[in-house]
């Protein structure tokens, strides 16, 4: 990883901005007096100073620890869904690719039915049937992203399943599960983590989406998306609420992008040699 990290400039940059994010994410909101649901009386809607390092919204709350509250939840949301949606991809594709047969198609053919359901509809259903709630939203967004996992997952199981080693093990006894957990997910690991960073920035944007409908985080919690929101209705008098919030989402999503791009011709590369 250190290689990795030190293999050109783009990618030392995109990894000390991410690096920087997150730790302000974490350490942010510590580093204010303000809590995040403190009204300034005196500094409602005032540009960025050194009392309010991002200026305030329209009830005199400090932007900066909201930002950074924002952050966390934003950040949150995705290692929860990308989580779920490993839980569920991995295993799927790995069975029906090394299975094969009737099991693959039958599999294959249930991923591309929920292919066809649009996340929002998904969304808007789950809020009718059980309010809004966050953990909702992890849950069906990790539910939605499982189904690109599982497509590579597969491919990848397709492309070693004949393989020396794998048939050895097969005249040797070892039942699926074994061969799937000893031999096919450590040569799948690979693919999977270039997915990983590249899916991170998919469900932020989308969680963002979600919010900026006001299907998503309420208040008082707060996200990203919560935020350009916000900032969206007061952006020709009050700029600041917008710029800030949107330029450390556009920043995350550009770092996860590049880092899942330079690792992807980093592990290519590693391959062909």
Not at 52 to 81: E, N, P
Not at 88 to 102: F, H, K, S, V
Not at 164 to 178: N, V, Y
Request: with cysteine; glycine share 8%; hydrophobic share 50%.
């Amino acid at each position: 990883m250190r290689k990795f990290i030190f293999s050109s400039r783009i990618v030392f940059v995109a990894s000390l901005l991410l690096a920087c994010i997150i730790c302000a994410a974490i350490l942010g909101p510590a580093l204010s007096s303000w809590a995040p649901e403190d009204m300034d009386w005196s500094a409602m809607e005032t540009s960025p100073s050194m009392t309010h390092w991002f200026g305030t919204d329209i009830v005199g709350r400090d932007l900066f620890v909201r930002t950074m509250l924002g952050a966390q939840v934003s950040l949150t949301v995705a290692v929860i869904a990308i989580s779920v949606s490993l839980c569920i991809g991995i295993p799927w594709g790995a069975t029906a690719g090394l299975i094969g047969g009737r099991t693959d198609q039958v599999m294959m053919r249930i991923v591309d039915g929920l292919y066809g359901l649009p996340l929002i509809l998904v969304v808007i259903l789950l809020v009718v049937l059980f309010g809004r709630n966050q953990y909702l939203l992890f849950a069906a967004l990790g539910a939605f992203f499982w189904l690109d996992i599982a497509r590579i997952v597969r491919g990848q199981t397709l492309r070693i399943r004949q393989a020396e080693f794998i048939e050895a093990a097969r005249s040797l006894g070892a039942r699926t599960p074994h061969i799937l957990w000893q031999h096919v997910l450590p040569n799948v690991a690979g693919p999977v983590i270039v997915y990983t960073t590249l899916a991170i920035p998919g469900v932020i944007l989308a969680e963002s989406f979600i919010s900026f409908l006001g299907l998503g985080v309420q208040e008082p919690d707060t996200s990203w998306g919560v935020l350009v929101s916000d900032g969206t209705q007061t952006m020709e008098s009050s700029p600041w609420l917008l710029i800030f919030p949107g330029l450390c989402l556009a920043i995350t999503v550009w770092c996860c992008n590049t880092l899942g791009d330079r690792l992807r011709d980093h592990l290519d590369r590693r391959d062909k040699q």
